[in-house]
């Protein structure tokens, strides 16, 4: 009988439990498990593997602890811009979007770019026009304003360049704070296909428009039912140059490797060389889940109908 399975993170980083309060750990889990309800519940009855992935991801945006839709980062300027994608290993069709504004759920976004446009990849204003003419959800800039993120941003709004801009010791202790709070999902459905989404505010102080991995699909985001799908969260820049999703289902495909082996070659072999901190959740359409990170911790989640069941959060 085909296994269905969903898996799903809340970003990978420096996440250590010494820094974190009993209270905050406990919100931390259970809007993973909110997260996980959501999506699995769909799955159980039968949803297929986008419309999965896609509500297990918008309950992690409108969660504020998480850095995608409302609690993003903030910009160099003070905004936010958010980038999103979603793609369906049945077909290989994709949507995805970059730098959008004041869209309070922009996996909801790129899935409309996806199903009701001739295009994959929309960006700034044009992608809000087209958010417009789909009637998608907008907000105002306080909508996605947390205190959190605000401190954040105020230690480093006066950086321009790390290594410019402040002395080494600084550069270590910013790099060291680094948390990645990117959300995303993949799911195998009762018919074993397979999707992925992901949904970020990027980095904190991002300037010139900056892009990161997340929209990019073979980047942050792909899914092919005969490999996998797989959604990334980590420093942007490395996973992009690694083609990082993409190479995963390389492995698995001319390869022949599992998705835990080919996963285990691009997070621990591949990225690091590149420098490249974070991690990535993945399935196959036999309803395998494989989830890997090589910083300190990666807010993660899984469910399959073979009894797997684990909500974690530090590297154990
Ligand atoms: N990968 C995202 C980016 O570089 C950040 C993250 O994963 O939190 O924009």
New binding site residues.
């Given amino acids: 009988m085909q296994k269905i399975s969903l898996a799903i993170h809340g ?1 990978a980083g420096t996440i250590l439990k010494e820094d974190m309060t009993a209270a905050l750990e406990k919100a931390y889990l259970q809007a993973l498990q909110d997260s996980l309800d959501a999506g699995y519940s769909l799955l159980e009855k039968g949803a297929g593997a986008v419309e999965v992935v896609k509500a297990a991801t918008v309950v992690l945006e409108d969660n504020i602890l998480f ?1 995608a839709g409302r609690g993003s980062v903030f910009t160099k300027k003070g905004a936010h811009e958010m ?1 999103a994608a979603i793609m369906d290993g049945k077909y290989r069709t994709a949507g995805a979007v970059a730098g959008v504004r004041n869209i309070r759920n922009p996996i909801d976004l790129a899935e409309k770019v996806m199903r009701n446009s001739n295009h994959v990849f929309l960006s700034g204003d044009g992608a809000i026009d087209f958010a417009i003419s789909q009637g998608i959800a907008l907000e105002p800039d306080e909508y996605f304003f947390s205190q959190f993120r605000y401190d954040q941003w105020k230690q480093m709004m006066d950086s321009n360049s790390y290594a410019l801009d402040h002395s080494q010791q600084q550069v270590e202790q910013l790099m060291k704070d680094k948390k ?3 959300v995303g999902a993949v799911a195998c459905d009762q018919h074993g296909n397979i999707a992925a989404a992901t949904s ?1 505010g ?2 904190t102080n991002k300037k010139y428009g900056r892009i ?3 929209p990019i699909i073979g980047a ?1 985001t792909y899914a092919n039912n005969k490999t996998c799908a797989i959604s ?5 820049e490395p ?1 992009i140059r690694a083609v990082a999703a993409y190479d995963v289902s390389c492995l698995v495909e001319y390869k022949g490797l599992s998705l835990q082996e080919a996963m285990q070659e691009v997070v621990n072999n591949k990225l690091l060389a590149l420098e490249g901190e ?1 991690g990535m959740i993945g399935v196959d359409a036999a309803g395998n889940v494989a989830m890997l990170f090589n910083s300190a911790g990666m807010y993660r989640a899984a469910r399959s109908s073979n009894g797997l069941d684990m909500l974690k959060i530090y590297g154990d």
């Fill in positions: 970003g850095n980038d990645f709070g990117t970020t990027g980095m990161g991995d997340t942050g990334c969260t980590g420093h942007g996973f974070g």
